[in-house]
Nanobody
Framework: QVQLQESGPGLVKPSQTLSLTCTVSGGSITTNYYYWSWIRQPPGKGLEWIGYIAYSGSTYYSPSLKSRTSISRDTSNNQFSLQLSSVTPEDTAVYYC???????????WGQGTQVTVSS
């Protein structure tokens, strides 16, 4: 069974870069045809898709966030990472990594990690 685990700092200062890593076990991040995604949920709001890195290594980001977003991967460690630059308190959310399929649904999720943007 596939498992995903988010890790990274829980507190980030405004204007800095939020950096999270998702470690995947039970399946390779290079296996056809999965999409390794980052999704967040601000307090009191719904889920917001951030972007993904595909099995091929290609990336795609939400238009509202793409100017600040970079998703990369480390295939040797079966990990993929999120970097969100120039953060503000509005970026405070629970951040999830998840495995996606074409069509926009997800079968496996990490437990989520709280990230607070505050000085």
């Amino acid at each position: 069974q596939v498992q995903l685990q988010e890790s990274g700092p829980g507190l980030v200062k405004p204007s800095q870069t939020l950096s999270l890593t998702c470690t995947v076990s039970g399946g390779s991040i290079t296996t056809n045809y999965y999409y390794w995604s980052w999704i967040r949920q601000p307090p009191g709001k719904g889920l917001e898709w951030i972007g993904y890195i595909a099995y091929s290594g290609s990336t795609y980001y939400s238009p509202s966030l793409k100017s600040r977003t970079s998703i990369s991967r480390d295939t040797s460690n079966n990990q993929f990472s999120l970097q969100l630059s120039s953060v503000t308190p509005e970026d405070t959310a629970v951040y999830y990594c998840a495995r996606g399929f074409e069509g926009g649904w997800y079968d496996y999720w990490g437990q989520g990690t709280q990230v607070t943007v505050s000085s």
